[in-house]
């Protein structure tokens, strides 16, 4: 039912994510309804591999527990973790946090690991297989967002690595062999202690707020543990019912600057309670899809298809220096995000996707009018211009407004046409609409709502209100 949302985590076929030539099927675009509205409530979803693929994740399990079980109990000092913003692109091997009480065994393609005693290392059996097929179930899973977001095929494909590797080439994408908690590694540890509603005490690792930086992640474990925020703040726990076959699958920070804030990234923590009375700890498979050292992360693609870009998001950021600096979490979430994907047909048979406005509550203080004008006119563009764009087969390009305030008053100008043939309002430049100062926004939301000033009053003697008041301090 529309609008009704998900109770719980949305469950899709890796194989109906596949996209085929042609129109998509019906299952394809059933697939992405489901994994967009997953990604929208609860910034995760579950992925279901075929039984082959998953006998390879649980056999990857089982050889990761027998290493780490074999590992010393004190790591050497050149194993410990630094962290090092810098190291990116090139971690890989043993590595261990005592002070977060996890080892981590990094496969990245292109390089070989060496033990401080210059022999070469024996990694967990199966790991090139495990690579692949996560590998390209996030580039697949990536796609499936693009095409929910309008955007054309692979868009994402410039800022990924070269499939396959080319010569002396190293991955940016890692696959990330983790055990928490392993009862005879000893260090340090430092936890956090969290009361559940029923009484019982939790433990938490201590990275409270952790959002990997990453495009898409997609992780399998032998434990549940793995909590992350839904859109109401509250932690789930994502992993607690998976079947042998399921994984989870979760975007990342790279992904939020990519799509200018659409794709929020998961906030995640990770349970570690009664894991000590286990003798091997949680084990976990991560592969963690990044964009390529030496490109850029930009919107370009998203403006391309009609969706406002805010000024934080207007210039291209250098991946190395993405990667190098430190994001703080608050600041990462004061926008107004999607908070629910649905799909509606149109008359030629494929879905278009549309934000739906979030609903006032009690609780929720109004949105100050110049905000409730910018989303109003974001919905008016993707529910009425969009979809009469799509009936006529018009690719929608919008202009600069410098530019467009002198084009508006000429016939020969070069969106003369395109203003014409979707009813765009006379005296409006033809900019998206994110960006039309608020008395064009207006204007632009009663050519194609007529009566929408009559239904909102309020917002509206507020914004003319704040403009006059704008206008005398001028």
Request: charged letters at 20%; hydrophobic letters at 35%.
């Amino acid at each position: 039912m529309a609008g009704s949302g998900l109770p719980s985590l949305g469950r899709v076929k890796l194989a109906d994510l596949v996209p085929s030539e042609g129109l998509p099927s019906d299952s394809y675009k059933l697939s992405v309804s489901t994994l967009s509205q997953s990604l929208a409530q609860y910034s995760a979803a579950i992925i279901q591999f075929s039984v082959s693929d998953g006998a390879l994740l649980r056999s990857g399990l089982d050889s990761a527990r027998l290493y780490f079980h074999q590992r010393a109990s004190y790591p050497a000092p050149d194993m410990a973790h630094t962290n090092d913003p810098h190291d990116w692109c090139r971690t890989s091997g043993y590595n261990a946090d005592p002070q977060l009480w996890l080892e981590t065994y990094d496969y990245r393609p292109g390089i070989t690991p060496i033990e401080p005693n210059n022999m070469m290392e024996f990694p967990p059996a199966g790991l090139p297989d495990i690579f692949s097929l996560l590998g390209k179930a996030a580039r697949d899973i990536l796609d499936a967002i693009s095409f929910y977001l309008n955007l054309r095929s692979s868009p994402f494909r410039d800022i990924l690595d070269n499939v396959p590797l080319r010569n002396r080439e190293i991955s940016s994408s890692v696959l990330s062999v983790c055990c928490h908690a392993r009862p005879s590694f000893q260090g340090a540890q430092h936890h956090n202690f969290t009361t559940q509603e029923d009484g019982q005490l939790v433990m938490f690792s201590d990275h409270e707020h952790q959002v990997d930086k990453t495009l898409i992640s997609v992780v399998k474990s032998d434990k549940p543990g793995l909590h992350i925020k839904d859109f109401q703040g509250r932690w789930v726990l994502v992993d607690e019912d998976l079947g042998p076959q399921e994984a989870i699958v979760y975007p990342g920070l790279a992904l939020y600057q990519a799509t200018a804030g659409y794709v929020n990234p998961a906030l995640q923590r990770t349970e570690i309670t009664n894991i000590q009375n286990n003798l091997f700890g949680r084990c976990s498979l991560a592969l963690k899809l990044m964009p390529k050292s030496g490109t850029s992360l930009s919107c370009s693609e998203m403006r391309a298809a009609g969706h406002g870009v805010e000024p934080q998001f207007q210039l291209p950021v250098l991946v190395d220096n993405f990667m190098q600096r430190s994001h703080p979490i608050d600041q990462l979430f004061n926008r107004q995000s999607i908070q629910s994907f649905n799909f509606h047909p149109t008359p030629d048979g494929s879905m278009k996707p549309m934000m739906r406005r979030r609903k006032n509550d009690s609780k929720s203080k109004p949105l100050p009018p110049s905000k409730r004008l910018r989303l109003e006119a974001q919905r008016v563009l993707k529910e009425r211009v969009q979809d009469i764009a799509d009936k006529k087969g018009i690719k929608l390009r919008f202009c600069p407004l410098k530019d467009c305030e002198s084009h508006i008053q000429t016939l020969d100008s070069p969106c003369a046409n395109i203003r014409m043939e979707i009813g765009w309002p006379h005296g409006v430049p033809f900019v998206h609409p994110h960006d039309l100062p608020n008395k064009a926004k207006i204007g632009f939301l009663e050519a194609y709502e007529p009566g929408w000033s009559a239904t909102n009053d309020m917002e509206l003697g507020l914004t003319e209100s704040g403009q006059a008041s704008q206008s005398a301090l001028g």
